[in-house]
């Protein structure tokens, strides 16, 4: 069994009187411990799909379904449940408390765990950060940290909860170049050490070369899905109209 997957899924909304078709058709298979990019021009789906996959939207039309669980049919309350026990997610903006430590906001999702003690949410914290390369800035404050670092905290305030899955809405939108280098290598040696499955939204195609695998959408169609980075940008560029 595929850790997801997608059967014909769409995504419409309306727009005032004009209806929006977000995605249209999606049908896909990610194995547990895949890289996966999703890439595509600005309306095209990927964030949406993104939601998606994320149990943060429901699909209006088709089946996904989570580890064997079908999400469609699950109410806002079942899918904040399956967020909190399957799924981390870093996004552009860092989103962590200003006035409060590296340690403390990576415990911040431990406290809403039953069953942990103060002193195992700290050490798991601890650890965490270690694991990202923080393990000499658990006592700064987001202010006293530079973005890369901000975004490490990000990530393991992410693993906080051990998710099978690791989502990453443009995590280098908002870092200059060698340090989103360093981040996606984090991305990818978390990939490959624990074999985590990681999904990233991005519009930077480094980034995309990092991932094994590269979902192109259009309009919101899949028009490529390849490990070929070469042929997801020639589908990237390609006018709709050579489809």
Known sequence: MSLIELRDVGRSYNLGEVEVHALRGVTLHIERGEYVALIGPSGSGKSTLMNTLGCLDRPTQGSYLLDGEEIVTMSRDQRAAIRNRQLGFVFQNFNLLNRTSAVENVELPLMYKRGISSRQRRQTAIDLLGKVGLGDRLYHHSSQLSGGQQQRV???????????????????????????????????????????????????????????RKIVLRDGYVVEDTADIDRALAALHREPDQE
């Open 154 to 212: 990000a990530i393991a305030r992410a693993l906080s909860n051990s998710p099978s899955i690791l989502m990453g809405d443009e995590p280098t939108g908002n870092l200059d170049s060698k340090t989103s280098r360093e981040v996606i290598g984090l991305f990818r040696e978390l990939n490959e050490s624990q074999g985590l499955t990681v999904i990233l939204v991005t519009h930077d195609p480094a980034v995309a070369r990092n991932a094994r």
